[in-house]
């Protein structure tokens, strides 16, 4: 069984460029969260999907970010405009329906750099 | 979410049992206790997760005493690949209900030698 993947795995762009983050979760699971960790913080959760629905986006910093997901498939996290401080590693996880447990499936992260 | 204390780090040598303990004071009665652990350069993997008593897999054991403000992850015999963070959550999984945002804190770095 694939994991959870992301794309691409390292970003290095300038301070008000966009880029967008790919998460492909594990085939069947419906629920689809975004975390980061910023440098020498803690991983702070972003939002979560079921399906193609945000459940819930208390985490999103502000409107700067964007995330789809479409089809209730991959989902996209874009940043626009880009700021220093939304360098990080950014954690897409997966989990099945209606699981009432804490066990999600992480990817490998995105490694964004902004200068 | 309950507020979760765990040591910053650990040494331990190969072939050893290592004993993580997470101290959850505020913990309430719904709350299920979890644990991850992080490779560098990885994003972190579910180990074990328990409510009460005892809980064991293939990997580890968690011990959860009556009263639950506190819980320990053991390991038995570590080998060199078992450095890494390791995560101590705790959350109500009845909150969100079909999904549960995950509460990281600073963790506990396990180092293993030889």
């Known amino acids: 069984e694939a994991g959870v993947t992301q794309f691409p795995s390292h970003s290095v762009i300038e301070k008000g460029q966009t880029v967008t983050l790919r998460c492909d979760p594990i085939s069947g699971h419906d629920n689809l969260y975004w975390y980061r960790r910023v440098m020498g913080k803690e991983i702070k959760f972003l939002l979560h999907?079921?399906?193609?629905?945000?459940?819930?986006e208390s985490g999103m910093p502000n409107n700067r970010f964007l995330a789809e997901r479409t089809g209730g498939t991959y989902s996209t996290l874009k940043v626009q405009p880009a700021e220093l401080e939304d360098s990080g590693v950014y954690f897409c996880a997966s989990s099945q329906k209606d699981s009432f447990s804490y066990e999600q499936y992480f990817g490998p992260g995105t490694r964004l750099t902004v200068t | 979410l309950a507020k979760t204390t765990q040591p910053i780090s650990m040494d331990s040598y190969e072939g050893q049992e290592v004993n993580i303990t997470c101290s959850h004071n505020?913990?309430?009665?719904?709350?299920?206790i979890t644990w991850y652990q992080q490779f560098p350069s990885q994003g972190p993997r579910f180990i074990i997760q328990?409510?009460?008593t005892k809980v064991t897999n293939e990997v580890a054991s968690l011990f959860i005493p009556a009263d639950r403000k506190s819980s320990t992850l053991s390991l038995p015999r570590v080998s060199l690949s078992d450095t890494a963070v390791y995560y101590c959550l705790v959350g109500d999984t009845e909150l969100t209900g079909g999904g549960n945002k995950l509460t990281f804190g600073t963790g506990t770095q396990l180092k293993v030698e030889l």
């Open positions: 505020n913990i309430a009665t719904n709350d299920y």
């Open positions: 999907f079921v399906k193609e629905s945000k459940q819930d």
């Open positions: 328990g409510y009460k």
